[in-house]
């Protein structure tokens, strides 16, 4: 499966991961079809749009990459539980019935699935290779459901690949940009004890790694997309600060965390030291390795 006759369809395609991805698809010479709830105007990176309903139009797409999901770095409500849960497990429900309603020739031959660290729970400082069972936690059983769901896809031909994605980092949006704004005010600081492990990626890297893994028949089941050093809290925001050249000395302890952003303090807490093995055998080299030097082309 390459780019030089392929149709690569983007669910989520005008999300922060999908626009990078359609951009790089687009520039390695992949013929790019974007799919949103919403008719849109035209995207220059992303000629095709689809609409993206109950029953989506997935003929003449030979790869898929699943991006949908509804940001969970909002109060876990249950009204909000409930979308999380509907645009991960749900959309996934619906792109299975719709490689099904396909005759077996015409189906795509690769879905990249994204998932997220987050299905390994708090693991201190067990490393984490890309087939570690999942863990405990609200998280980790949203995302052991959506893989379970894109499972189901696999069993109707494609290649499957369960894509683990820690932060992403970038300039255009996700939780780095958010993390700035308090940074560049001096008032950036660890979560609690700063000693949990946050794996991270740089954009590129992330929408380079999918491609990667398009192209690679080795590549399927759980893969952890996230950059070869992980970084304790801790380091992550002294470094950051190093790079802003701002002070972060502050600290929010668990117990602020949690009054303030309820359920979801759990997520910023939780410890993941996950290792991208699989990539890197497969010999994906990635252009940001370090946070060192992620954070010197991020700010
Ligand atoms: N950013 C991170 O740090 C991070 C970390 C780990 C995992 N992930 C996962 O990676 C994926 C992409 O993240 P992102 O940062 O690019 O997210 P994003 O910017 O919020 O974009 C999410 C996309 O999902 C689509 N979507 C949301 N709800 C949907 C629904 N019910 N049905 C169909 N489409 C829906 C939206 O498309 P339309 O509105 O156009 O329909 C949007 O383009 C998500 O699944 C996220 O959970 C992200």
Redesign the pocket.
């Given at each position: 499966m390459d780019e030089s006759n392929g149709t690569l369809g983007i669910?989520?395609?005008?999300?922060?991961?999908?626009?990078e991805l359609a951009r790089q698809a687009a520039a390695a010479g992949w013929r790019v079809c974007?799919?949103?709830?919403?008719a849109?105007s035209p995207d220059p990176a992303v000629p095709g749009w689809r609409l993206?309903n109950e029953s989506p139009d997935l003929r003449g797409i030979s790869a898929v990459v699943?991006?949908?999901?509804?940001?969970?770095d909002q109060r876990w409500t249950a009204a909000n539980k409930r979308?999380f849960h509907?645009?991960?497990v749900?959309?996934t429900g619906?792109l299975a019935r719709a490689v099904a309603d396909l005759p077996a020739g015409q189906r795509p031959a690769v879905l990249v699935n994204?998932?997220?660290?987050?299905i390994y729970g708090d693991r201190g400082d067990t490393i984490l290779e890309d087939d570690a069972p999942p863990g405990l936690g609200y998280l980790a059983d949203l995302c052991r459901q959506w893989e379970v769901a894109a499972d189901e896809i696999a069993v109707l031909g494609p290649r499957v690949l369960k894509?683990r994605?820690?932060?992403?980092?970038g300039a255009e949006?996700?939780?780095?940009r958010r993390m700035l704004l308090p940074f560049r005010l001096g008032l950036g600081g660890r979560f609690g004890s700063g000693e949990q492990w946050m794996p991270w990626i740089h954009v590129e890297d992330l929408a380079a790694g999918m491609l990667h893994a398009i192209r690679h028949p080795d590549l399927a089941g759980p893969v952890n997309?996230s950059a070869p050093e992980p970084e304790r809290n801790a380091d992550f925001t002294r470094k950051l600060g190093k790079a802003l050249r701002r002070p972060a000395v502050m600290a929010a302890p668990a117990a602020v965390l949690k009054l303030a952003l309820g359920d979801f303090a759990s997520a910023l807490l939780a410890s993941q030291r996950a290792i991208p093995r699989a990539l890197l055998e497969s010999g994906f080299r990635f252009r940001y390795p370090t946070l060192e030097l992620a954070l010197d082309e991020l700010v």
């Amino acid at each position: 499966m390459d780019e030089s006759n392929g149709t690569l369809g983007i669910v989520g395609a005008s999300g922060f991961v999908g626009r990078e991805l359609a951009r790089q698809a687009a520039a390695a010479g992949w013929r790019v079809c974007g799919f949103s709830r919403r008719a849109r105007s035209p995207d220059p990176a992303v000629p095709g749009w689809r609409l993206w309903n109950e029953s989506p139009d997935l003929r003449g797409i030979s790869a898929v990459v699943n991006l949908a999901g509804e940001p969970v770095d909002q109060r876990w409500t249950a009204a909000n539980k409930r979308k999380f849960h509907a645009s991960r497990v749900g959309v996934t429900g619906t792109l299975a019935r719709a490689v099904a309603d396909l005759p077996a020739g015409q189906r795509p031959a690769v879905l990249v699935n994204a998932s997220a660290v987050g299905i390994y729970g708090d693991r201190g400082d067990t490393i984490l290779e890309d087939d570690a069972p999942p863990g405990l936690g609200y998280l980790a059983d949203l995302c052991r459901q959506w893989e379970v769901a894109a499972d189901e896809i696999a069993v109707l031909g494609p290649r499957v690949l369960k894509w683990r994605t820690g932060i992403v980092l970038g300039a255009e949006g996700g939780a780095f940009r958010r993390m700035l704004l308090p940074f560049r005010l001096g008032l950036g600081g660890r979560f609690g004890s700063g000693e949990q492990w946050m794996p991270w990626i740089h954009v590129e890297d992330l929408a380079a790694g999918m491609l990667h893994a398009i192209r690679h028949p080795d590549l399927a089941g759980p893969v952890n997309g996230s950059a070869p050093e992980p970084e304790r809290n801790a380091d992550f925001t002294r470094k950051l600060g190093k790079a802003l050249r701002r002070p972060a000395v502050m600290a929010a302890p668990a117990a602020v965390l949690k009054l303030a952003l309820g359920d979801f303090a759990s997520a910023l807490l939780a410890s993941q030291r996950a290792i991208p093995r699989a990539l890197l055998e497969s010999g994906f080299r990635f252009r940001y390795p370090t946070l060192e030097l992620a954070l010197d082309e991020l700010v």
